[in-house]
Structures are given as structure tokens and as C-alpha cells.
Antibody, heavy 118, light 112 residues
Framework: QVQLVESGGGVVQPGRSLRLSCAAS????????IHWVRQAPGKGLEWVAV????????YYAESVKGRFTISRDNSKNTLFLQMNSLRAEDTAVYYC???????????WGQGTLVTVSS | QSALTQPASVSGSPGQSITISCTGT?????????VSWYQQHPGKAPKLMIY???KRPSGVSDRFSGSKSGNTASLTISGLQAEDEADYYC????????????FGGGTKLTVL
């Protein structure tokens, strides 16, 4: 059974940085591309970024491009999201998610809340 | 790329059927067989209900079905049950030269 566990969320001031982690188990992590998806309080889902199974390709939503960096450590079965120059509108629950293909998500973590506020 | 368009809310009585629409464009929903649907209960992570327009993951009730016509995808829930009350989101691949995934704004399903 696939388990994804996010960590690293918290309260951070605008302009500061935060690094999220997602620890994976129950799957051969290095076989799967994996995404970050976020959800602002009371709002809908927003795709944030994806990294290929081997780390060779990375893609970002326009809203985070140039500020966020997705990475992974396949030796530790862990996904990361480095978030710089944080803005109030980045406040959200951040989920890591993966699936049988690049284009849908059949395994989700429980999410970690990031609050950007002064 | 703009978000996909869903109705804000739908409702139905137990045992009835409802359909949630998801309208995109010829650059996303209409271009790829890559629409997925997610159910989300309050405070919980989303759950995959339909993928690749019409496919149902193992373990998902056959009361849930997906379809698509042109730029509009639909999720139909038959035999409504109280536990179906949740938010539902559609999602589509929207990339061409650059990978992109977009979601709909979500639909709140109320079981009366």
C-alpha cells in the first residue's frame, strides 16, 4: 500500500523560504514521476509541479515558476519542494501525489499546511 | 491556461442520478483522453474516481462513471448515497510545448 507523508509546513513571513518534504513507502519510488498539488483554504486544487521518475525533467505552474524548485532523492524515497520568495497567495495545503501515469493521481499524502503571513 | 469550468453545486436525493459537467477547450479536454475526476471529503485528501476520461480505478464503485463529448467531460453518479456528499474536481492535461495540468473549480454535491 502506497503511503506518502508530507512535512515541513508552517507559518512563514512573506519573502522568506520554506522546504517541504514528502516521504514515500509501499512503492518503488524511483519508478514513479511525482507531483505537488496545493489547495488554498476553502478553494480548489491547483497543480504546482512535477518531477520525472529519474529527476531528468521538471515542470512548474506559471504561478510558481522561478520561485519554487522540485527535487527528489531516490536513495531516500523522498520528494522535496523548495519554496522561495513566498507570497500570501502561496498559503495552502500542499499535497504530494503520484499515480499510474503522469496525468492522474491515485495516491495522495495527507498534506502539509503552509501559511504565509507577517 | 484557465481553470476548467464546473458548476459550483449540484444536489440530488438518495437513489437518484446526478451529472457534473466539466468544460474546457480544444487545447485541454478536447485534445487528450486525460480527464480525471477526484472526490474530496472535508479535511481529507482527494480520491481518484475516474481517469483517462472513462476508466474507473479498482475499488471505486461502479455507480461512478465518466464520459466526454468534445470539450466537455462529465461525471455521473447513479444511485446516490449519503456518503457521496463531497466536493468533486475534474482535471485535465493541458500541455503542448510545456507540461501542464489544470483542475476545475470544484462542485459541491449535496445529497438531500
Amino acid at each position: 500500500q502506497v503511503q506518502l507523508v508530507e512535512s515541513g509546513g508552517g507559518v512563514v513571513q512573506p519573502g522568506r523560504s520554506l522546504r517541504l518534504s514528502c516521504a514515500a513507502s509501499g512503492l518503488t519510488f524511483s519508478d514513479y514521476s511525482i507531483h505537488w498539488v496545493r489547495q488554498a483554504p476553502g478553494k480548489g486544487l491547483e497543480w504546482v509541479a512535477v518531477i520525472w521518475y529519474d529527476g531528468s525533467k521538471k515542470y512548474y505552474a506559471e504561478s510558481v515558476k522561478g520561485r519554487f524548485t522540485i527535487s527528489r532523492d531516490n536513495s531516500k524515497n523522498t520528494l522535496f519542494l523548495q519554496m522561495n520568495s513566498l507570497r500570501a497567495e502561496d498559503t495552502a495545503v500542499y499535497y504530494c501525489a503520484t499515480g499510474g501515469s503522469l496525468y492522474y493521481f491515485d495516491s495522495w499524502g495527507q498534506g502539509t499546511l503552509v501559511t504565509v503571513s507577517s | 491556461q484557465s481553470a476548467l469550468t464546473q458548476p459550483a453545486s449540484v444536489s440530488g436525493s438518495p437513489g437518484q442520478s446526478i451529472t457534473i459537467s466539466c468544460t474546457g477547450t480544444s487545447s485541454d479536454v478536447g485534445s487528450y483522453n486525460l480527464v480525471s475526476w477526484y472526490q474530496q471529503h472535508p479535511g481529507k485528501a482527494p480520491k481518484l474516481m475516474i481517469y483517462e476520461d472513462t476508466k474507473r480505478p479498482s475499488g471505486v464503485s461502479d455507480r461512478f462513471s465518466g464520459s466526454k463529448s468534445g470539450n466537455t467531460a462529465s461525471l455521473t453518479i447513479s444511485g446516490l448515497q449519503a456518503e457521496d456528499e463531497a466536493d468533486y474536481y475534474c482535471c485535465s492535461y493541458a500541455g503542448s510545448t510545456y507540461f501542464n495540468i489544470i483542475f476545475g473549480g470544484g462542485t459541491k454535491l449535496t445529497v438531500l
